[in-house]
């Protein structure tokens, strides 16, 4: 039975920049990283290969010592040109000089009508692909050993410039449906598949068979698979469940018929600051110099990997995180203003306090700049982490007890359900300017390594 | 502005460490950041960019939206002084001397009540190495908004400075407090200095006039509790018999609606309270739940006390409650207080419906408190928390069930 469920809580942040549905064609990317640092939970990162190694996509270049069944791979083939460590040697980028044409490591095909469901689990966990698989709780990297109750895909994404999955996967069905298959037989319970309410839905994702399909309506978060976990079979303590995007299905689907480890993705190029906003086709990890350089409309910019409400910041020549879909590039705000906590203004708030005028224009396209609007100031509660959480979660409660380091009561609040991306509208209605999605990071930790 | 931006950038090395000043760090930083938001920008990793609120302009709203009461009062002090003293009759008669004499007196308690304050903030600020917060934008308008323009200017400092400590500061600062910072400050009048803050003397300012023949400075809260102990009028008669000499509906409904009547400077107004509740729910800084609730509870008290009516102010028409004394003031500015109240959405129902409830109970039923709010408040913010916790179990339950289905 799909479900259909209407959120109202939540908000859109409408900005200037939304890729439009067309490829660019810039030069391609000639590097690709990975980064340790995107998978969050990675315990004892080991490289693999050394600088100077040629590698194909697919050649496992990393693993997690404490999870080493799973292959982190090179997205490309070509050669190691870097190995890049930080302070104490802390593994940073693995940053690989892509071959002009790219080609694959042979994986044995899979006949997926014959295969057991745990040798299903360890041939994916080898292919390079299996990172994409996250656990809930805790959103991390997920152990092929175990069984998750359900497999949640989130088939639309309603963070601010998001890519849109119709245009990003077009042709890509067979694909889809063979991941599908896949992902019911390593599940005890359903694949749910869950679309957007307010629209038809994609022809792409519309006649899939073996999952549920879902529909889900309302402002951000009701993209968030977290938000869709919620409500349609909540996790709770000692449950498991997996999430994964829709690109990596059609890498299982491609794996599974084809036998490759095909990293290739489609990536929203966005934000007001780019003098091109559009999809480019690239692989995961890409080096975003080509998109970026030469398509900028001002000199002063933030390039983030992934969306201004869960990104992180890259430089112009940072490379594209392994789960982003999109970078967005938007102004830097390091100036100073002048009596801005009184004069009116149109920017973008969520609240409607003297002065505060964008609630007139909910539809208005706003170009948005980094300035953290004011300083950290001590927890004042007025309701609207509420109003932001489409969730029967209290985040004020949450966030307190995490401050408070006491566990009955993050596990009692509903910690296993959410992650950053879920409560990231906290971080940015928040009158006191609290980092809220570090705090939600700090509670999982205290809880998953206690 | 490029200039004052200059001089800020000149001297903030002094302040910042190493620096001479070091220790009045946070000083220099509310001074800076009142002028200029500060060119922060948003972490690394997390939320790229912020809503364009910060604390300062919420704060800045309810100082907003307390000056229709604010205005009123000023007159209205005026308006009480000539119309005891015989020197007006009309209501807008007069009205430049009515709001200099208002000015006169309400302004300096309004400049006692921030000075004293904020030095005591700006003080803890710097021992502490906290931010002085803006909550006290706020707080340094209430508490002369609920004193009589006839309370001494030093009453006013030392209550003050005893709520902000007491109140505040000694729980961590803002965000930290159990109580209201300002109804505190007023309960430390009423319990240390109560000839100055109740009583039929102190609602109107004389000066050096003598008040007319017959004149009497009661409010309407205490010809009600009167006329329930006298027994031989109803509370509506004893109001409409009342103070005549000022004008014959002095304590009607509407009048005392409007709030052409004596009390603290803010608080006589409803209809001012109202228009103030109308800009803080409609910019949704404070909770519309509260007020709702508080009003209600009020009424439906008034009602049940109309059941068992034994004396006349047991059977004072429950709406009655509401335009006498400080209760539409106290449930709009006061009980609003997001950090003293109960802070779950179903929560504040339950919060505003006792505040509402209490007030009546113990204007009615209680001898030594004529006015209620102040502590009805008082005792909710206590019990918020309370509420709270029971609010959260539920939340804690309905989700524990939800795992065995």
């Not at chain 1, 149109?346 to 539809?363: C, D, E, I, M």
């Not at chain 2, 609730?293 to 009424?299: D, E, K, M, N, P």
């Amino acid at each position: 039975m799909s479900k259909i469920v209407k959120l109202t809580k939540g908000f859109d942040i409408n900005l200037v920049g939304k890729a439009k549905h067309e490829l660019a064609n810039f030069t391609a990317a000639q590097t690709f990283a990975i980064k340790p640092t995107d998978f969050i939970g990675m315990q004892r990162p080991k490289v693999l290969v050394n600088e100077g190694d040629t590698v194909k996509a697919g050649t496992p270049i990393l693993i997690d010592k404490a999870l080493d069944q799973v292959i982190y791979a090179s997205p490309v083939s070509g050669e190691i040109v870097e190995i890049k460590r930080g302070d104490r040697r802390k593994l940073l980028e693995i940053i690989i000089l892509a071959d002009s044409n790219v080609s694959f490591e042979n994986f044995a095909k899979v006949d997926l009508a014959g295969i057991e469901r745990d040798a299903l689990a360890i041939a994916l966990a080898g292919s390079g692909i299996w990172p994409n698989i996250i656990q809930r709780p805790f959103g991390i990297v997920a152990n092929p050993a175990d069984t998750p109750k359900n497999i949640f895909v989130s088939a639309f994404d309603t963070h601010p410039l998001a890519p849109e999955f119709e245009f990003a996967l077009k042709g890509q069905e067979k694909y889809i449906q063979v991941g599908i298959d896949a992902l019911a037989k390593l599940t005890s319970g359903k694949v749910h598949l869950n679309v957007d309410g307010s629209k038809n839905t994609p022809a792409i994702f519309g006649n899939l068979k073996g999952a549920q399909v879902n529909k889900f309506s309302g402002p951000h978060p009701a993209g968030n698979v977290g938000v869709q976990i919620h409500h349609l079979a909540p996790i709770n303590k000692g449950e498991i469940a997996w999430t994964l995007s829709p690109f990596a299905v059609v890498q299982i689907g491609k794996f599974l018929i084809e036998g490759v480890y095909d990293a290739s993705k489609m990536i929203a190029l966005t934000g007001s600051e780019l003098t091109k906003a559009a999809y480019v086709k690239t692989y995961v990890g890409a080096n975003v110099s080509s998109f970026v350089k030469g398509n900028l409309n001002s000199g002063h910019v933030r390039v983030i990997s992934g969306n201004v409400l869960t990104g992180e910041k890259i430089s112009c020549e940072g490379f594209v995180g392994f789960y982003a879909n999109q970078i967005t590039v938007i102004p830097e705000g390091d100036y100073y203003e002048f009596l801005a906590w009184a004069l009116p203004t149109t920017r973008v708030s969520y609240h409607r306090a003297l002065g505060l005028l964008s609630f007139l224009s909910p539809k208005k396209e706003h170009v948005m700049d980094t300035n953290a609007r004011g300083e950290e100031r001590a927890f004042v509660q007025t309701g609207v982490f509420e109003s932001v959480t489409p969730m029967d979660i209290l985040p004020v409660y949450l966030l307190k007890a995490i401050m408070a380091e006491d566990f009955d009561e993050m596990e009692e609040l509903g910690i296993y359900e959410v992650i950053e991306e879920d409560l990231a509208l906290c971080e940015f209605v928040d009158v006191s300017k609290h980092p809220v999605q570090e705090l939600v990071r700090k509670g999982i930790e205290l809880i998953q390594y206690s | 502005m490029k200039f004052l931006r200059d001089i800020l950038d000149k001297q903030r090395p002094l302040f910042e460490k190493g620096g001479k000043l070091e220790g009045l760090f946070y000083a220099f930083e509310a001074g800076e950041t009142f002028m200029f938001s500060p060119n922060h920008t948003t972490a690394i990793k997390g939320a790229q960019v912020k809503d364009a609120i910060d604390l300062k302009r919420m704060m800045i709203t309810v100082v907003i939206a307390m000056i229709p009461c604010l205005l009123f009062g000023i007159y209205n002090t005026g308006h009480q002084h000539l119309l005891a003293t015989g020197g007006t009759a009309g209501l807008w008669e007069d009205f430049g001397d009515k709001t200099w004499i208002g000015v006169k007196l309400v302004l300096p308690i309004i400049i006692v009540a921030y000075a004293a304050g904020g030095i005591v903030e700006a003080i803890f600020a710097v021992i502490r190495k906290h931010p002085i917060n803006e909550g006290f934008l706020v707080t340094g308008m209430l508490i002369p908004l609920v004193v009589p323009a006839t309370t001494p200017l030093w009453q006013v400092a030392l209550a003050t400075v005893f709520a902000v400590v007491i109140a505040k500061e000694v729980f961590g600062g803002t965000g930290m407090n159990i109580l209201n910072v300002a109804m505190t400050a007023r309960a430390f009048l009423y319990f240390a200095y109560p000839a100055q803050i109740s009583g039929d003397q102190v609602w109107t300012y004389l000066g050096d006039k003598v008040p007319i023949d017959g004149f009497s400075g009661a409010t309407a809260l205490s010809v009600a509790y009167n006329a329930g102990v006298d027994g031989t009028q109803t509370v509506v008669e004893a109001l409409a018999s009342h103070n005549t000499v000022l004008g014959a509906d002095i304590f009607s409904f509407s009048n005392m609606f409007v709030g052409w009547i004596p009390g603290s400077i803010g608080e006589t107004s409803t209809l001012m309270a109202l228009v103030g509740a109308a800009i803080l729910i409609a910019t949704g800084v404070a909770s519309w739940k509260i007020i709702v609730s508080g009003f209600a509870g009020a009424y439906l008290m008034g009602t049940i006390m109309n059941l068992f009516a034994s004396n006349a102010y047991l059977a004072m028409p429950p709406q009655y409650h509401w335009v006498m004394g400080g209760l539409a003031f106290g449930i709009v500015f006061m009980a609003t207080d997001p950090v003293s109240a109960s802070q779950t959405e179903t929560g504040k129902w339950i919060y505003g419906l006792f505040i509402g409830m209490l007030t009546v109970i113990i204007r009615v039923t209680n001898p030594a408190y004529p006015e209620g709010i102040m502590l009805a408040v008082l005792l909710m913010n206590v019990f918020a928390p309370l509420i709270d916790y029971y609010v959260v179990k539920a939340n804690k339950t309905r989700r524990l069930h939800r795992a065995t289905v």
